[in-house]
Each structure stands twice: as C-alpha cells, then as structure tokens.
C-alpha cells in the first residue's frame, strides 16, 4: 500500500488499519481480506494477533514488526491484560474535532476500565452510554481513584489497604438482596414497570459502594445495575459504574477508617459478615482502629463517623476569615488527628492523603448558598416566614 495513515501515538492497531481502508474508500474488513489476514474480526488483532498476521502486515504496509507489536496489547502485563476491553466505544470529543473529516484515531488507554480522561487534551471520554454520569461530578475523588486503580493493572499496588481489598470491599453486599422499594423504580420506563409485575419480588443486590459514594444510588436505576461481584468483571460494566467505584475507590482509601465505619453501621447481620471477611484482609492497624471507633461511635463520643474530622475541635474558620497562624494552628490539628494513620505510608503517599483531608476540611469549611436565598442555605426570607 502506497499511502498509510500517520500512526498516533499509543493508537491501536486496528484503529491505525481502520483509517488506512478509509483512504481507498473500502471498510475494514475489506482491507483484512485484501491483506489476506488470518484474522477475521480487525479488532481481535489488537490483542494478540498471529506472527504470520504481522509478517503480512509488514510485507502490505513496509512497517517494522517490532513497531506493529507497539500497537497491541501483546507485551501489556498479566494483571492487565484481563481487563482490556477490545469492544469500547469511548473517543476523546476534541481528538474527534481535530480529526474531522476524517476518521479519529482510537487508542490503546481507552480501552482500559479506569480511563476516564482524554491524556492529550485532558477532558471526558465520551461513549453511548452517558446516563448519570453528571450525577458524580467529584472530579477528585475519581481521578485519585483512577489512579489506584491503574496501579493495581500495572502490578505497582502499594497502598494500605490494598487497591484489591478496597474494591472486594466496595463490590460486596452490605445487606441481603431485597426487592425494589417504590421510590426506586420512579424513573422506570414502562417496559420495565410491566417487566416488575410479572417479577414483583425479584431481589436486588445491596452493595456497599452506596455507602461510600451514595450518588450512585441517583445516578444508575437499581433495575439497570450491572456491577460484578469481583473486580476484574468491571471491565463490562457501564462507564458510570465504573465511574462511581472510582470514586468509592479514592475515598475509601483517603478515609479507610470512615469509610469503614460507614459501611459497618448500614449493614444487617447478613452483610455484616460478608464485610468483616472482607475487613479481615485489611492491615491490622487499621482494623483496630476500625474497632476503636466503632467502640466510641456506640458510646456517643463520635455520632457522625464518616464526616467526623479534626474541624469538629477546631475554630470553625473560613478561608476569609482567621489569620495565618489560626490556619497554621488547624493544619497542625489535622495532621496530628491523622498521624497514625499515616506514619506507615510513604512521603508522596502521606502528602496526597493529607491534600485530599485538607480538601474535605476545606469545603465542610466553605460556607453553602442556597440559590434563591439571600442568605445562607436554611435561612428563610420574612416573606416566606
């Protein structure tokens, strides 16, 4: 072939082919055919395609084998190799626009479970299937997620608890399966409200990931939920699912204590025992500190343990107010409130705690309004008195 696509980089092989055919005006599988590859489906060849498919690869297109292997998943690691999804539909918005009229490339980082963002221009990946995912809208929380989560495929887990252990933890049941209440079956078309009459007590999954990250219960109807029992499923669950367990990931593991806690007082005595088990791989410091707490939420010294901070003791400042030293004075408190919980890790990982509970103290800190209001979220105008 005399004229090729310029290769992107990290692109997908059958991306790369899929423009190369719309040059000379044929489809994919017409170009396959033309070539006389084994392979049938162009994109099974971003996996691990045939030695002799990329011999004629490269007697059809005059590029090295050794630059054709780059644009598949041959040499991807064990742990990440089972959570590729050859079938993703995902595509960067403004790689589309810059493309246009041609075909936009697709490449290799899309198709993992854990890429939300575009790594050239940084914006939302974009696929069919958006329903909810304006719903979770904590950007933080997802990215520090994400990038756990992309650790654990890689092989470079060191977190504490582990990546695997938080997930185990988020993906399993913190009460027995029950049917759909009423109020969740509000926004069911009417296919599926025909579909509940004739199953009225089908049972439903209650996972402990809507403890942690409650927003998913809004944002993905209880009848539409595909999560799976272990992680390595979520490679065929919906963006916004996964979405959400990136959220869930990267507050469990900023807030492993609270997190904890959370889930704990909402579970029945079925789910109980499934999330001690689950508990049970966690590091011993922090399943006694899970004890702790649990001992002091049952005597009433800590009534709201997942939003339970060292700004309940400290002055209630806002970023307007106080002065250097009281701002001084309560990032000391904040450390010294988390110190245990942190001396283990290392710096950069004790630094990025300590920048997502600063975060947290700082929007508990900011002070809400309520959009139609003239003062703050609560207070009500004398005409509506």
């Known amino acids: 072939m005399p004229v090729l696509a310029k290769a992107e980089v990290d692109e997908r092989l059958s991306s790369w082919l899929t423009r190369t055919a719309a040059i000379y005006l044929v489809s994919p599988d017409a170009l396959v055919a033309h070539i006389g590859l084994r392979t049938k489906r162009i994109r099974d060849l971003d996996l691990d395609p045939p030695a002799d498919d990329i011999?004629?690869?490269?007697?059809?297109?005059?590029?090295?084998?050794?630059?054709?292997?780059?644009?598949?998943?041959?040499?991807?690691?064990?742990?990440?190799?089972?959570?590729?999804?050859?079938?993703?539909?995902?595509?960067?918005?403004?790689?589309?626009?810059?493309?246009?009229?041609?075909?936009?490339?697709?490449?290799?980082?899309?198709?993992?479970?854990?890429?939300?963002?575009?790594?050239?221009?940084?914006?939302?990946?974009?696929?069919?299937?958006?329903?909810?995912?304006?719903?979770?809208?904590?950007?933080?929380?997802?990215?520090?997620?994400?990038?756990?989560?992309?650790?654990?495929?890689?092989?470079?887990?060191?977190?504490?608890?582990?990546?695997?252990?938080?997930?185990?933890?988020?993906?399993?049941?913190?009460?027995?399966?029950?049917?759909?209440?009423?109020?969740?079956?509000?926004?069911?078309?009417?296919?599926?409200?025909?579909?509940?009459?004739?199953?009225?007590?089908?049972?439903?999954?209650?996972?402990a990931l809507s403890c942690v990250a409650p927003e998913y219960d809004s944002a993905v109807a209880i009848y539409d939920r595909r999560l799976p029992q272990e992680f390595y499923g979520l490679t065929t669950a919906r963006a916004v699912e996964r979405r959400a367990v990136a959220i869930g990931l990267g507050r469990t593991i900023a807030f492993p204590v609270e997190a904890a806690l959370c889930i704990l007082q909402r579970c029945d005595d079925f789910g109980r025992r499934?999330?001690?088990?689950?508990?049970?791989?966690?590091?011993?410091?922090?399943?006694?500190?899970?004890?702790?707490?649990?001992?002091?939420?049952?005597?009433?010294?800590?009534?709201?343990?997942?939003?339970?901070?060292?700004?309940?003791?400290?002055p209630r400042l806002t970023p307007r107010s106080g002065s250097d030293g009281q701002l001084d004075d309560f990032a000391r408190c904040l450390v010294a409130e988390h110190e245990a919980s942190l001396r283990h890790l290392p710096v950069e990982e004790r630094l990025d705690r300590l920048q997502a509970l600063a975060q947290a103290e700082l929007e508990s800190l900011r002070p809400r309004v309520d959009p139609g209001r003239r003062g703050p979220a609560g207070a009500r105008d004398r005409a509506d008195v």
Not at 299 to 312: E, F, K, L, Q, Y
């Open 55 to 207: 011999a004629r690869l490269v007697v059809a297109t005059g590029v090295s084998a050794a630059r054709l292997s780059q644009m598949t998943f041959r040499d991807a690691p064990t742990s990440l190799r089972g959570l590729i999804d050859i079938e993703s539909r995902a595509v960067c918005p403004t790689c589309v626009g810059e493309a246009r009229p041609r075909v936009a490339p697709r490449l290799r980082e899309w198709t993992y479970p854990f890429t939300f963002w575009c790594a050239k221009h940084g914006g939302r990946l974009k696929s069919a299937d958006i329903d909810g995912v304006r719903v979770l809208c904590d950007e933080a929380s997802a990215r520090r997620g994400a990038r756990y989560w992309r650790a654990l495929a890689m092989g470079a887990d060191e977190t504490a608890p582990t990546t695997a252990a938080v997930m185990n933890l988020l993906l399993a049941p913190c009460r027995s399966p029950s049917p759909a209440a009423p109020w969740e079956l509000a926004g069911a078309s009417p296919c599926m409200r025909a579909e509940q009459q004739k199953e009225p007590i089908r049972a439903y999954p209650r996972l």
């Open 274 to 314: 499934r999330i001690e088990e689950e508990l049970a791989a966690w590091p011993t410091h922090l399943r006694a500190a899970i004890d702790r707490a649990r001992r002091c939420v049952r005597s009433g010294v800590a009534p709201t343990p997942w939003r339970r901070t060292a700004a309940d003791r400290a």
